[in-house]
């Protein structure tokens, strides 16, 4: 299907916009819930009175032909609906949660990811996603840190462009494409507490450097739409924050889609303490430059008399409705036919693989004593499986799965009997009826069944309701009895591996030391159990790296890698541990340094890290120039060797430092990332090439620029990593007139 010039659609918004009545204008920005299967009597007359734009949450495809027959054969001008769905990590077949796709660092994978949602989901009548999500996720007590892209604003950058292009493809009116979604516009990720809905205090230039730039990566990836943030930002709630809206997105960014509320936010401008009641708060959100209302009324309500008294001029609403039919028209929905479009079915075996490439991705190795993994079927005679998520297909899906088929879920424990084959015995025991039991009934048989294996395959973390939206979390260790298990079944000698769904970083300190090996596997989605047998047997390598911090305890967060340097920096021989210090030690401040008396100050784990079944070295590191001009660009390089016996996917990340600029700088940022595959003692050059523009920062004076200076540049395996260059940018001759 060919798609029309922006002028050609902004010839026809204007001409529909001509014809349409202030109350069929109002009736574009309403979107409602769907009744659930069926048209009902007063849903079927909102569409064809045109007081309704847009439904969500309607999945029937009869019911779905249905609405937009009526809409665009019985209202008065054949406007077409959205029909919106929350399609967050896939429909039928379901991808592992969003933190879990970005630790496989593979913006390919994640882009194929979403058009396999986007075809499943168009097949239902849906049309628009509420994703990708692109708050940056530092505290992994915030529920929804399962539905990010991780910590950094570089990689949720990558990612989440790559999410709306699988969405969206080149061209939004051809088959099997869906509109995306930005959300939650913008610094939702920083919610107080790690509690949802709370509020964020940012400082403008934080969110600039740090929480608007994936949203500006996805709007230049073509996003459709975007949604605001429950939260508040700096006292006012993103629903009618004109900064965000109207100063950033709009003026500065040029944004030409439309902006939707999140659920009820406009009402609760009021609940907020903003607003007194829903007139008011109808007029800030459309105000502020909010376009769309999700599920509450206060437009509907109120709008028209807004216009009649004065306070919203005629031509801003006319503004608000042309930006909807703007990204209908892009959808192609005006121009549908009756002709039916094939479409590959859901669940199908190319969709299925895709699954398990990410799921198999996804997977980070954090441990691997004495090479226990992988496995030797052929070796092996016994196994126990233990856990209650071994054999749940529910709880494997994750959050945030409304369509998701779980007949289809392939679960580790048949998928491990498969891969030892029948001349090994499987030992199972669920041990924990839930992730949260604490009742240890359930140990003996979990005991014994290690006690007659060679190796314990321990599968524990969470239930995907303890995260996700509004599941949110003060104690971020293993819930329930896990951490009592894990004591039983190291008790009895028997080498432990332990895999993790989870969708959070989880703080493992006080468990790491009992097991031999640690998969990582979040939520891994539909295809989980094949994935995760196949990398203990060795079949595929482990390539998933932390896209995310992991704390040692809780007292630790936030943690991140691109934290800022402080005046007192801590150093291994400043670090002082609680029980070294003498009684009635002096109070002293000189040499005293930032840390926690009671923990280590280093992570668990290191952002970007993940280990493989072979080794890699980084050595080598070259700069193309010590002096980089404005207009320049410099190229930075390394040598990376696979020095063991086993191919491996290595992800080579360059991260830098600017040493001084007019705002402090973090000790590290992530700049760039690329996923190489390597043969046994096989020698690659990774090149990373930067311009003044990926150095550019918001500065002191408000304003984003490349400030002359000197930078350190690392290339490795994580954050880390210890292989250093430097060069110094300068301003160029052309700047300087």
């Known amino acids: 299907m060919t798609s029309a010039t922006r002028e050609e659609i902004d010839q026809r918004v204007a001409e529909l916009l001509q014809q349409m009545t202030l109350e069929e204008k109002i009736g574009q920005l309403a979107l409602i819930q769907g009744a659930g299967g069926h048209v009902s009597h007063d849903v079927a007359e909102s569409v064809r009175s045109g007081r309704i734009g847009a439904v969500l949450n309607e999945v029937d495809p009869g019911t779905n032909r249905e609405l937009q027959r009526i809409a665009r054969e019985e209202s008065r001008l054949g406007i077409p609906l959205l029909i919106g769905r929350d399609v967050i990590h896939g429909f039928k077949t379901v991808f592992p949660i969003p933190l879990g796709q970005a630790a496989t660092w593979h913006p390919e994978l994640v882009e194929h990811g979403a058009h396999v949602s986007a075809i499943e989901a168009t097949a239902t009548g849906v049309n628009w996603t509420f994703a990708p999500m692109l708050d940056i996720g530092r505290d992994p007590r915030w529920g929804r840190v399962a539905e990010c892209l991780g910590e950094d604003p570089h990689l949720a950058s990558v990612l989440g462009a790559a999410m709306v292009h699988g969405f969206q493809g080149e061209n939004l009116a051809e088959p099997g494409r869906i509109a995306a979604c930005a959300k939650h516009f913008a610094g939702y990720g920083a919610s107080e507490s790690g509690r949802d809905y709370n509020t964020t205090n940012i400082p403008e230039g934080e969110l600039r450097n740090v929480h608007l730039p994936p949203f500006r990566a996805a709007l230049n990836a073509g996003a459709a739409t975007v949604m605001t943030s429950f939260s508040d930002l700096n006292g006012v709630p993103a629903t009618a924050n004109a900064l965000l809206l109207r100063t950033i997105l709009r003026e500065e960014w040029g944004f030409d889609g439309f902006v939707v509320s999140d659920w009820d936010s406009v009402r609760q401008l009021a609940v907020h303490g903003l607003t007194a009641d829903d007139r008011d708060s109808a007029y800030e959100a459309a105000s502020a430059g909010c376009d769309m209302e999700m599920a509450s009324t206060t437009y509907a309500e109120h709008l028209a008399s807004l216009v009649h008294e004065g306070r919203i001029t005629p031509a801003h609403v006319d503004a608000m409705t042309a930006n909807v039919l703007r990204v209908k028209f892009r959808l192609g929905l005006f121009d549908a036919t009756d002709e039916e479009v094939t479409l590959p ?232 541990y609680i029980d070294h210090i003498q009684p009635r030690a002096h109070q002293v401040s000189v040499g005293n340094t930032s840390f926690h008396l009671d923990v280590d100050p280093s992570p668990l784990y290191p952002f970007g890290y993940g280990l493989t079944y072979s080794t890699v070295v980084y050595d080598t590191i070259t700069v193309s120039a010590s002096t980089v001009p404005m207009d320049g660009t410099v190229t930075i390089a390394a040598e990376v060797v696979n020095t063991g016996a086993r191919e491996v996917s290595e992800v080579a990340q360059l991260y830098l430092r600017d040493l001084v600029g007019s705002v402090t700088r973090p000790v590290r940022e992530l700049k760039g990332f690329t996923k190489v595959r390597l043969l046994p003692g096989e020698r690659r050059t990774v090149h990373f090439v930067l311009s003044a523009d990926d150095l550019a920062f918001v500065g002191r004076d408000g304003q984003r620029r490349a400030e002359p200076g000197h930078f350190h540049a690392w290339i490795g395996g994580d954050a880390n990593a210890t292989l250093r260059t430097e060069f110094s940018l300068v301003a160029s001759a052309t700047s300087l007139h």
């Open 345 to 576: 079915e859901a669940l199908n075996v190319e969709h299925l693989r895709a699954a398990y490439e990410a799921a198999a991705e996804s997977v980070v190795l954090l441990k691997n004593s004495d090479a226990l993994l992988p496995l030797n079927p052929a070796a092996l005679r016994s196994v126990a499986v233990i856990g209650p998520l071994a054999d749940d297909a529910h709880e494997q899906l994750g959050t945030w799965i409304f369509d998701g088929d779980t007949g289809a879920t392939r679960t580790i424990l048949p998928s491990i009997r498969l891969a030892v084959g029948p001349e090994c015995t499987v030992h199972h025991a669920r041990a924990l009826e839930t992730s949260r039991s604490r009742n240890h009934d359930g140990f003996a048989e979990a005991v014994a069944a290690a006690e007659q294996s060679e190796v314990a395959i321990l599968v524990l973390g969470e239930e995907s309701i303890l995260s996700g939206e509004a599941h949110c979390r003060a104690d971020i260790g293993l819930p329930g009895a896990q951490d009592a298990l894990i004591d039983a079944i190291a008790a009895t000698g028997t080498p432990i591996v332990l895999i993790v769904m989870a969708g959070r970083a989880l703080a493992l300190e006080s468990v790491v030391d009992k097991v031999q090996a640690i998969l990582y596997a979040w939520h891994p989605g539909t295809m989980g159990g094949p994935a995760i047998a196949d990398l203990l047997m060795g079949v595929v390598s482990p390539s998933g790296r932390l896209p995310v911090t992991m704390p040692r305890v809780l007292g630790q967060i936030p943690i991140y890698h691109a934290h800022k340097n402080t005046g007192k920096p801590v150093t291994p021989a400043s670090f002082t």
